[in-house]
């Protein structure tokens, strides 16, 4: 019988793919990659709060850190490895301009705590950017500072809680609920209640629009706001948008967009024009800062003019010398301010590469980038809707939804599919979200994808939709069969997380 690729190995490894130890598991304690004169003799005077154990810290020649690294990098299917389309998130390529700006010496050596005199063009930047955001949007006002959406949906909802409370109609006064659709990112519900709303979910109708009846009849004094996602979750444009807006402030509420769907509608749609009063932009979606694994995030809040007066501090004004930051509550304009998200100014790295992509793309690009991004999610969703099965007609916007519908009774689940496309080099889709729909499988292609890694896509999806509806269900269950780990216990993961490493027993430290 031949060698194949499953032959094993002495090592375990398979060429490339190593099986790579915590950093910790090795190299030795107490080793160094460096080697210094060993220290003079000196008088420990730290008598009994002397360390007794060894710290652990592992102890690592420079390539063997950078091979460590290096492997880890390999283990995962990225926007740079592979097509990444995970709805919502807007994992587009993040051109490498940006990054060489960002590493320009002038930006990345910034100290956010040196003299004002020495950062005027860090400040330029900022006030520049910020521009670009308020023209895009049709917004007069933008707080910078928020480091993510989430962190960006907080920063609008305290403007509106100041906003109520300075008009004598805060909670207290009994303007406590927020108005949130099903399909909502789970961020919004969460952050209306962390600041002590009361959530009331407004359902969506057969179009996966909001409701429109239910949703005015949920209207009344004790409402605050609304919080809506525009395109939302399913990847539809709320066509009563405006209604909604007009109701909402009849109603004496504000209204809060999330905006992380921005990429859809960039150079086309005005959220000022909607009769938005807050919405996060987030730089790191549609501007292609680089994000996954949990940041760098950048999330700047356009506010409409009832809500500027309400904007964290610090933020940058012009003043009689040129830019300057305003960085005190109660005074040089930030009077009613409602305080400080942050220790600084925002994410500066994250600036200089969002306004690298604008100004590269300029007004234009900007807009035929939208364009792409939803041609490119139409083309998908046309390619695709007879072999899945799609539970809002279209067109869609920037992103596609498709239910579990299609894999009725073939054993298959979601999950099952999404293992699969690993397999065969894809990042799988957004999966169970939004709940509006059974088993959703939400696709975000983006506009950096070529017609030829879409069809490459489709194709692979096709193969698979046929496989599950012709039978094959073990081989789904027991995808993926390719990636260095496979089906992890995901949920023990997350509920007990092992965040400490511990060496090993002291005993045998000590034997050895
Ligand atoms: C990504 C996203 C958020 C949250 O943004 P983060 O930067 O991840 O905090 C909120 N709402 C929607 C619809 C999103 O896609």
Redesign the pocket.
Known sequence: MGYDRNTPTHTGNRALDIEERLVFEQGSPGQSGVDLPPPAAVEPRLGAVARRRTVGLPGLSEPEVVRHYTRLSQKNLGIDTAMYPLG???MKHNPRLNEKMARLPGFADLHPMQPMSTVRGALRLIDTLADWLKMLTGMPAVAMSPG??????LCGMMAIRAALEDRGEGQGQGRRRVLVPES??G??PATAAALGFTVDPIPADGRGRVDLAAFRAKLGPDVAAIML?NPN?CGLFESDIIEIADAIHEAGGLFYC?G??FNAIVGRVRPGDLGIDAM?I?L??TFSTP?GGGGP?S?PVVLSAALAPFAPVPSVVHGPDGLTLVEHVGRDGAEKSFGRMKGFHGQMGMFVRALAYMLSHGADGLRQASGDAVLNANYVMARLQDVMSAPFAGPCMHEVLFDDHFLHDTGVSTLDFAKAMMDEGFHPMTMYFPLVVHGAMLIEPTESESRETLDGFVATMRALAERAKAGDAEYFHGAPYHTPRRRLDETTAARKPILRWRPEPETKAAAE
Not at 148 to 153: L, R, T, V
Request: aromatic fraction near 0%.
């Open positions: 919502s998130c807007t993510a959406g989430a962190h960006g949906e909502a990112h961020t919004n996602t979750t999330d992380a769907n996060h987030n790191h979606k994000h995030g999330g």
